[in-house]
């Protein structure tokens, strides 16, 4: 099968399609025939650096996300053919991911689903959709009548929740730092779309729920412009601040201000039906910033790299 193979850390221009040996299945792994996949930041990040670290495998074929068909049903009980969504575990980083033909994925990261959408139109679901699901529902609480603040929305996930929040009935404002964004966000269905100086208290009143995507470098005025009895949840890194060096949770986070976080590494079944049945129910379509051919992968990280897509890449096989 074809697949991107990474070894040490990869310039963009470097990436290229290599032949690999079809994985065979284990007790407890399944052969997934791939058909789509959406890129994350977390790829850059793991193809610039990341795979230094130890808990890399290597070689490692990138990808924490992808949709397909089951090709080798192993001891799992799921049915050849069987439509699947499989993300995060692991995916991408301690065993080969989706950037290939086929992946050889522990089953219980794998979830049935049955949903008409296009391959495409479902790989862009996963990972984006998860973390955008987890992160207001099981994270902020999330109600129709929340004010609701997503901090760095020009990015897929940011999308992708203001696209959630609306059809829920809240009222979003979403934060971009380049001016020439607010009308994208307008059209994303933002209800205020506000520039992004760093200080948001004096820009914003009434706000009970944030979602951070900046991340560290903004979170503690974050905190500090929302009301108390508010919530905060802080899931992205944009901001390319990875510590908070010198947190002090008396002083950094206000009275009677909660502080929680989201981390997309543990999907359910549940969860993911829970998705696809609300996107049904509102008659949602999933949001798709630019698709590509697996013979492009290098465009498309290309394209991932440079930032310039408004939305999710999708690769297609
Ligand atoms: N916690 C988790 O488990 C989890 C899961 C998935 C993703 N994430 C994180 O969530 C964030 C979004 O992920 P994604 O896959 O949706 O990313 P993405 O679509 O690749 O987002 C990249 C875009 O973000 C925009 N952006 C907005 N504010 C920014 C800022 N302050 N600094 C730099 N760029 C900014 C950039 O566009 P402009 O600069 O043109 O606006 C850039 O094009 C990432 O930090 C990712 O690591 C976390």
Redesign the pocket.
Known sequence: MKAVVLTKPTKVEDVVLSDVEIPKVKPGWVLVKIKAFG????E??LREFEIENDYIQKPVIPGIECVGEIADASDSGLNVGQKVVALMGGMGRSFNGSYAEYALLPVHHVFPVESKLTWAEMGAIP??YF?AWG?LFECLHLQPSDRLLIR???????YVSVQLAKALGCNVIGT???EE?LSLLKEAGCDEAIL?DGSMKSKISGVNKALE???I??LRDTLFSIEKGGIVCN??????VYEWNGFDPIKDIPNGVYLT?????YPTQKMIQDIFTFMDKHSLKPLI?ATFDFAHIKDACVA?DR???????VVQI
Not at 39 to 42: A, I, K, M, T, V
Not at 261 to 265: K, L, P
């Open positions: 890129l994350n930041h977390s850059q990040i990972e984006t973390t992160s760095g929305a020009t990015c897929a996930l940011g971009t730092h380049k964004k992004d995507l900046v991340g470098k903004t899931t992205g890194i944009l901001g390319k976080g989201f981390f997309s590494n910033g991932l930032g310039k897509v408004n939305g999710k890449i």
